[in-house]
């Protein structure tokens, strides 16, 4: 392993691996992120060298496993070059055909491509899918196109030369210009000018600086960060060593969580190859520039993530928020400034180093420029990571990328900004996603958690879900967040099992103020589920607590099953499928719900052929009273 | 050390670096409520009864007198509406647990608030940490801590070290503003191996020099 002493090798290096790379050469690429390889793709990847050895096709057909490109739920993803055709579910037992047909006869493998659940029309290459043809991807693009675990292939394709650029043409300073000049803000939570907290750290007068990357991702169903940590996870080590040169640190933290595996593999890979390569260590490219970074396996829970709670965790100590009243920036890790940034935050700082502040800023809007990754999620057709231009409506966001509602069902809110998010109405779907904006709306940008929910979504007991998942992820140090989510979720367990109460709403908004006073974000966001569900769906709350009557049909103890006599036809599906023994029935009789017996698991309402709709789901109306048997008798 | 000038209740107090406002206050006697607060302990901002209302570029903002530090023209309001709801609602959340401590009901009274509001919880403790912190940083024996987080968080003796420490210390019992930190000690007790038992040996034939096991 050759050391790349300046920059004039690093470029040599560069060329040298550009030349031996033959654009032309077929490439297997399989996505090798933890989705695809949870659904197989390691046996797809096998069963690919096996069928090439066999066809005697090795040398002249390229393998590789690449990073998530964000479409997971149809993984695993194969793409074949350079015709950049596009392969969905791809089983092992598919490999024969695909070697056969595509790779050494030019043809297309038509059942495995992708197909449009509207027209029905095929879609050939990747980008001519609609859930990829609408988003923007700056940076997850990037991960389709290396081996996540070859640094020579992020060298092909232009890897270290920003850190390059920043040792060699530009000062600390001019550094931090470009930054400020992007207003890149934060994706890890607050959205904070990234600037700003480089520029207290630089300027505080301890020599002694760290610069950290926040890969704690505690929301549940959100995977950024984890698909661009183990994706390529040199770009988020060459923003790290760009920023810590520009504060001017020489030591770094990567925080992962420990249930991130291969996130851990391949950014201690990425770390590895940069030392040996000397892109990392003392004297950078011989800029005389030093940095080294060690990688930190966090197991804590979801507070974590929290700035002041992770920098304990670092020191070793448990990771509980601590009072800062003054910031981490200037004394965080064992009082040193500590410059903290999310994962997507520090892989846009290489691409803003590499083409420019103008080129980031022509993305996205005023107030958030660039574009920001989300995860969606929920009850909508295509779900995955979606990277979109801030800006964009999140009716874009759901119809053009997310392809809409499935199963013909209609759209009811958005949940955006993780598990202390709020929830967006039908009538806010135009708003623009914008950290600003997203927040105006009682609900904020977060990491980009995006979770979609239908008609038949009860918003109480979303707000009940959140709360609950609260409950046991505050650290449990201060009244507000830890008595607040209490209470807060036991008026909402009693509101959602009929036990609601006049008077129960505007506690929920006394007790979401209390939390105002909260010592760390989580408390202080803890409630925005439940303000926001109260601000756009206030009459649900109200159906539950004055009819005892749940809207979204959803909440079990409110909910009853019932068989319309005059609609049932005696076909028997449900009675031979109720799990309860709850339904009465038999040949040529109505059949009738014992409803002491039903445990409302909804199967008869579900196998009830729909040609007949016989059983039919209410609340807040008494249940009919059973037909007398004497009547049951079917003509 | 550089003077400070800041405004609290509409009163000018001139502070000295590094006190906080709690601190600034006193000295104007207003009196800002404390629970886990302590001089010589470090700063903790758990039970946020102290919360006052700051002022910072024209926004108000919610933080902890206890710690927040003093700043140059900051206005405070010690009392404003929103502050005295707060308190009023942490006091009856803190209620549920401690309903009878006497620091509790004085505040009660003074920020009218209903003992009786929530349902009680089994758990008397309040979360102050004053007894896991004075044994961690004064005594620095860590014989008591905080397990499990969120609602489930509680405090618990760590039987091998309270064993050793706690008969001849107590000395957090009286911090502990719900008054029942004795009798949870006391509970704890039956579980923790007394001292003398430590010197009988056990009639084991190993060499855990008999201090496992030996409390019956
Ligand atoms: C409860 C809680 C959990 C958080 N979890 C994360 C996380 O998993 N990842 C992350 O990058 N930021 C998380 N944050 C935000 C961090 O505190 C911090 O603001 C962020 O890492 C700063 O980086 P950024 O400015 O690049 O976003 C969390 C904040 C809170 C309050
Ligand atoms: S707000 Fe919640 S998570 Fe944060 S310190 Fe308080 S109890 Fe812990
Ligand atoms: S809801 Fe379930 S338990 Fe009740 S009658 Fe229908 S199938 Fe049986
Ligand atoms: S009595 Fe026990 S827990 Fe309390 S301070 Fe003393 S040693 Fe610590
Ligand atoms: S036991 Fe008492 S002193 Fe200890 S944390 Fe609980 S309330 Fe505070
Ligand atoms: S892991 Fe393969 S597409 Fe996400
Ligand atoms: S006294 Fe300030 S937070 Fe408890």
Redesign the interface.
Known sequence: MTMLSSPEKLECARKDIVSRIDPTKPCISVCAGAGCLASGAAEVIAAFKTELEFHGLTTEVNTKGTGCPGFCERGPIVMIYPEEICYLRVKPEDVAEIVSHTIKEKKLVDRLLYVDPATGEKATRESDIPFYKNQQRNILSENLRIDSKSIDDYLAIGGYSALSKALFQMSPEEVMGEVKKSNLRGRGGGGFPAWRKWEESRNAPDPIKYVIVNADEGDPGAFMDRALIEGNPHSILEGLIIGAYAVGAHEGFIYVRQEYPLAVININLAIRQAGERGLLGKNILGSGFDFTVKVHMGAG?F?CGESSALMTALEGRAGEP??K??HTAVKGVWDHPSVLNNVETWANVTQIISKGADWFTQFGTKGSTGTKIFSLVGKITNTGLVEVPMGVTLRDIIEKVGGGIPGGKQFKAVQTGGPSGGCIPEAQLDLPVDFDELTKAGSMMGSGGMIVMDEDTCMVDIARYFLDF???????????C??????M??VLTNITTGKGKEGDVELLE??A??T????CALGKSAPNPVLSTIRYFREEYEAHIRQKKCPALSCKELIAFHIDPDKCKACGTCFRQCPAEAIDGGKKRIHVIDQEKCTKCGTCFDVCPPRFGAVRKISGEPVPAPIPEEQRAMA | MSEIHLQIDGKEVVASEGMTILDAAKTVGIAIPTLCHHEKLEPYGGCRICTVEVEVRGWPKLVAGCIYPVEKDLVVRTRSEKVDKIRKVLLEEMLAHAPDAEELQALAKEYGADRDRFEKEPSFCIHCGLCVRYCAEIKKKHAVGFVDRGSNREISFIPEIASKECWDCKECFPLCPTSALQAAYVLAESLIPQPDAEVSSCSCSCSCSGKSGTGE
């Open positions: 829970a507070v601590r009072p009243y003054i609260l409950k046991d992820e505050s650290c449990g140090k201060c009244t507000p830890r008595e607040g989510i209490r209470q979720l036991k006394e007790l103020e209390s105002g006073a909260a010592l």
